[in-house]
């Protein structure tokens, strides 16, 4: 009885103790602001009188105005129309000059540099041209050892700051890495680089055929299959020791390929011939919990997770003749058709987990053109674009990180190179240059 | 068996009645027992409809949100599947006329033949078929590719974006037009009905704490059309992160006033 009276009583204390904290308001809506930031990047300013400072900075200001340039969301102001004046510091710069003509930048990036007996100290900031009474965006501070590489990897974490700010909370991919084959040690083994083609550095040493690497979500391994012994078998190169290790399962039937790591890390994907037909097989990290996925007569090969929820994945069936793409439920149930036609390959699911690339001949066949390109489709409603065109035979299609840049392999004549453009197609650059290299694959982070 | 028994015992089976009352009673009780045991059954697992309830009852819940690239581009959106970086402002090359040609009967006069004049032809009534674009064939002319949405299309009537409380607004103004990039991005103009009125808007009320997640999206002001209203508000809802709130601001959460304009 008296709860009955105490509930009307403690209720409104309930609601009326919610937070009542300082809350500013904003009003926002569509249709306002422009489509690309116009950003400017200025040359840093020399502070010092270390020989090593003019070098360390040509090196910073180039890797920082193309990493804003490849980010895909800035419109950059070239270096030609930018202010004579190098503003070191807050103080020193003049905001009315960057946002007059011919700059017209709504944003700068300035700073200071300068080398101190070995060390690398840069200050970095960002401002906002138009809003002359709170102009600063950002502001950091780096201290590194001084050195080429270093200098690089202050100008990719500067520009990874400036991206993550005003990209609309998509991080920036200045320090990813793209993990590819290349053959120019003799045989076809494992390497590394960062994702704009620089510091290129070869992994494994195993001598013998080594293709489709994958690296793990954080980072520590890379899974890919290697021919060995007891045939093509999937096997583990670790980062963090500079070694391969153990996993088991990962050769048995002698024809095992194309490993997938789901984006937690928990799982990979794989085909595997073991039981006669190749077929999609499922394992734990470790090697163990080892199951089969599909079992179809045909070839079922190329699996690839949705990122986004590790709940399905989609991959190369031949079950109806040509390869076509197909995706399923993570326990083999749902299998969905997705290409109509021609011959389509080499699957890679967005991070955002709404699309697919991959590599398509849509006319297929004796006497057609051939000559394979690289296509993006939007899983929900199978609309697709095709992204590269009359430019050799582009394959093995991988996202980055922030869904807006694919790397690719790519063959003209005798040579293939990787190739990375943005996800409309638009600025396509070459990475790779020596040897034959084939087979990216972009890190998660 | 029964071949044995004497012929007295077969008459005397005949004329003696078979005990009846006991079995039927039973039978009868029998009867009644399974039928109450049924009812019981029904009534005692009796499911109330799910369909339409608050559970998904077992139903597959389907999204079906079609994905934008994550860039911006200038170009509006058109049919072209095929990206290229050159984009031409001429249009496609039209489509070849065959034409037959005419013969003219009296260029070279014939000596002895009449020529009959020829009955004007009537002209023809010209049915004006709407063009219809192919939907098998993809459309060339080097338009730039805008077959799968692009995130935040040209805008063409750029503004400062409209801060009336507080000092948000005038500190940290790149944090707003983060807000608005990020909301054109997600905002599916197609879910919209296209007979909602040009200009029509709703405004839209959320919050946005300090790690950037929007929270609490309410319609402040409807526009008429229940199609925009619904798709602005599940714009917001599939917003992940607008960012951390600037560092300089002190307030733990930022009520945002956001209008979708069609």
């Known amino acids: ?445 | 068996m029964s071949a044995l028994l004497e012929h007295d015992e077969h008459l005397e089976r005949e004329l003696s009645g078979e005990p009846v009352a006991a079995p039927a009673t039973g039978s009868l009780l029998l009867h009644i027992a399974i039928a109450a045991a049924i009812v019981s059954y029904y009534y005692i697992n009796i499911t109330h409809n799910v369909w339409g309830g608050p559970n998904t009852g077992g139903a597959i819940h389907v999204n079906l949100v079609s994905s934008a690239i994550p860039l911006p581009s200038d170009q509006p959106p058109n049919q072209q599947v095929l990206a290229t970086e050159t984009p031409s402002v001429a249009p496609a090359p039209p489509e070849v006329k065959t034409t037959i040609p005419q013969v003219d009967e009296q260029a070279i006069p014939i000596q002895g033949k009449k020529i009959e004049p020829k009955p004007k032809p009537q002209p023809k009534q010209q049915q004006k078929t709407p063009q219809q674009v192919q939907q098998n064939r993809a459309q060339y002319g080097q338009e730039a590719a805008s077959n799968i949405p692009r995130a935040v299309q040209g805008q063409t009537n750029p503004g400062p974006t409209s801060i009336t409380q507080g000092d948000f607004g005038s500190r940290f103004a790149w944090y707003v037009d983060a807000i608005n990039r990020k909301m054109s991005t997600v905002w599916n103009k197609f879910e919209v009905d296209p007979r909602t009125p040009k200009g029509a808007r709703v405004f839209i009320v959320f919050s946005i704490s300090r790690n950037g997640q929007p929270g609490n999206p309410q319609i402040d002001r409807s526009s008429g059309s229940p199609t925009l209203d619904r798709s602005c508000l599940r714009a917001v809802q599939r917003v992940d992160t607008f960012g951390a709130l600037p560092n300089g601001y002190s307030g733990s959460t930022l009520n945002v006033s956001y209008y979708c304009e069609y």
């Not at chain 1, 905001?95 to 300068?114: I, Y």
């Not at chain 1, 609309?168 to 704009?196: C, H, N, P, Q």
């Open chain 1, 1 to 445: 009885m008296k709860t009955k009276f105490l509930l009307p009583l403690i209720a409104p204390l309930v609601f009326t103790s919610a937070a009542l904290s300082a809350q500013d308001w904003v009003h926002a809506g569509t249709n306002l602001g422009n489509a690309r930031i116009r950003l400017a990047a200025s040359d840093f300013k020399p502070v010092g009188t270390d020989p090593q400072t003019p070098v360390l900075k040509a090196t910073f200001d180039s890797t920082l105005f193309n990493d804003l340039q490849n980010a895909g969301i800035f419109d950059m102001v070239s270096k030609s129309m930018a202010p004579q004046a190098l503003p070191g510091s807050p103080q020193e710069i003049n905001l009315a000059q960057w946002s007059a003509a011919p700059a017209n930048s709504e944003m700068v990036a300035f700073g200071a540099l300068r080398a101190d007996n070995g060390r690398l100290i840069v200050y970095g900031w960002l401002d906002d041209t138009r809003n002359t009474a709170n102009p600063q965006v950002l502001a950091q501070q780096y201290s590194e050892n001084a050195s080429q590489d270093m200098a690089r990897t202050v100008a990719h974490r500067f520009a990874d700051a400036i991206i993550e700010r005003l990209g609309g909370g998509l991080s920036g991919i200045a320090e990813t890495k793209i993990y590819f084959v290349s053959t120019r040690s003799g045989s076809k083994e494992i390497w590394a680089m960062d994702y704009d083609g620089q510091n290129q550095h070869q992994l494994t040493h195993l001598g013998s055929t080594s293709m489709s690497p994958r690296i793990s979500p954080d980072n520590s391994r890379i899974a890919f299959s290697s021919l060995g012994k007891e045939g093509w078998s999937i096997r583990m190169y670790s980062l963090d020791l500079g070694r391969m290790v153990s996993f088991p399962g990962g050769s048995a039937g002698g024809n095992n390929f194309s490993p997938a790591w789901s984006s937690d890390g928990a799982k990979l994907a794989f085909s595997s011939a073991r039981s006669g037909a190749p077929e999609i097989w499922v394992a734990d990290a470790s090697g163990g919990n080892l199951h089969q996925l599909t079992a179809f007569r045909r070839a079922d090969v190329s699996p690839t997770w949705n990122p986004r929820t590790n709940s399905q994945l989609a991959f190369v069936s031949g079950r109806t003749g040509l390869p076509q793409i197909y995706t399923m439920d993570q326990d083999g149930a749902n299998v969905q058709r997705l290409t109509d036609g021609g011959y389509a390959i080499s699957p890679n699911w967005s991070p955002s987990g709404g699309m697919l690339t991959f590599s398509w001949d849509r006319k297929y066949g004796p006497g057609a053109p051939g000559g394979y390109d690289i296509y993006i489709m939007d899983i929900a409603s199978k609309r697709w674009m095709q992204l590269t065109h009359d430019s050799g035979v582009n394959d093995f299609p991988c996202w980055s990180p922030d869904g807006r840049h694919i790397v690719f392999e790519r063959r003209m004549g005798r040579r293939t190179e990787i190739w990375s453009m943005l996800a409309d197609g638009t600025q396509q650059q070459e990475l790779t240059k020596a040897g034959d290299n084939f087979m990216p694959n972009w890190s998660w982070k």
